[in-house]
């Protein structure tokens, strides 16, 4: 096992760590990241190698991190990055409408993280393309299973695969995890590029979107949900989304009826965030952090698996 690295400590009282951290452990079955009731640990591909670090936490909001791998102080110095401690809500006003203000009394507590790599977060992004989180979520599993290596440290994680290993695959390996060829072809052009990708991470936010998306398969919704998670940022808005005009709909009116993102459902959802400008993706945050939600009109999403074609 390697060595424990320096472990820091930080402090984050008002801060629910749970909610913030969701923001870079999305997919509940992840092997590259463990969540519990107060720890938090995540295996990464760091710029200085693979590595590992895991946020514990007590009520009081005390932090201890702990790193591990060749990348361990590279992650160290991202913790306060990770528990939300570099986003500032100045600016920021709840009063603007009731339902926010009514929500942002019980849910002030949740930040934005931001992860500060791009590759395994675009990888993740581009999974998603065209299928429900579950088939998603599914294929990353198969992916870090298949061609990732066992995590540095004791949390018993699995490292996303390599940019090199997965430049190395075929269209085909990736059906093997049900990914269809369109989806494969992009994260196979993303691992021979992903030099150039990851120094996006160090850009800022329209630098990076700009980076991103200048990568074929890599479009509007791809490329700003891949930087929402890298770099945390409070205004970015994942557009073309399928739910995300009907949700932010219903929060602000009631009307669950489904808007489609590409038929004006993304401009209505802009107009309802106009007023927070620089801080539209907090108000999504926060419906998420209150468990806001649409009721379904439709049956539930449903895709192939393309592996029994």
């Given amino acids: 096992m390697t060595a424990l690295s320096t472990i820091r400590h930080l402090r984050a009282p008002g801060i629910d760590l749970r909610s913030t951290l969701q923001m870079i452990g999305i997919y509940r079955n992840d092997p590259t990241h463990a969540m519990a009731a107060t720890s938090f640990a995540k295996a990464v591909l760091t710029p200085d190698g693979p590595a590992t670090m895991r946020l514990s936490w007590n009520s009081s909001g005390d932090i201890t991190a702990e790193a ?15 528990a939300g401690l570099n986003d500032n809500i100045a600016g920021f006003i ?80 990736l059906h093997e995890i049900n990914v269809e060829r369109r989806r494969a072809e992009a994260i196979l052009l993303a691992a021979k590029r992903a030099s150039r990708l990851e120094e996006a991470a160090t850009m800022s936010v329209d630098n ?3 980076r991103l998306s200048a990568l074929p398969g890599v479009g509007m919704w791809t490329a700003t949900a891949t930087v929402l998670a890298s770099h945390g940022a409070p205004d970015v808005l994942v557009l073309r989304d399928y739910g995300l005009p009907t949700l932010v709909n219903f929060a602000f009116t009631g009307d669950a009826r489904r808007l489609d993102p590409d038929r004006g459902g993304d401009e209505i959802m802009l107009a309802h965030l106009a007023p927070w400008a620089g801080h539209r993706q907090r108000i999504i945050r926060l419906l998420f952090a209150a468990g806001v939600s649409a009721p ?12 029994q074609l």
Wanted: glycine content about 8%; some cysteine.
């Fill in 208 to 210: 990076a979107l700009i």
């Fill in 68 to 82: 591990w791998g060749d990348g361990a102080e590279w992650l160290l110095d991202r913790a306060p990055h990770w």
């Fill in 94 to 173: 709840p009063g603007l409408h009731p339902r926010i203000e009514q929500l942002w009394q019980t849910h002030s507590t949740t930040r934005l993280a931001a992860a500060g790599v791009i590759w395994q977060e675009l990888v993740l992004v581009l999974l998603g393309q065209r299928v429900t989180t579950e088939e998603a979520s599914k294929s990353w599993n198969r992916m870090c299973r298949t061609w990732g290596e066992t995590a540095p440290g004791p949390c018993e994680l699995t490292l996303p695969p390599t940019p090199k290993v997965v430049a190395g695959l075929s269209y085909t390996d």
């Fill in 296 to 307: 379904r009109r439709a049956p539930r999403a449903f895709n192939p698996d393309i592996r």
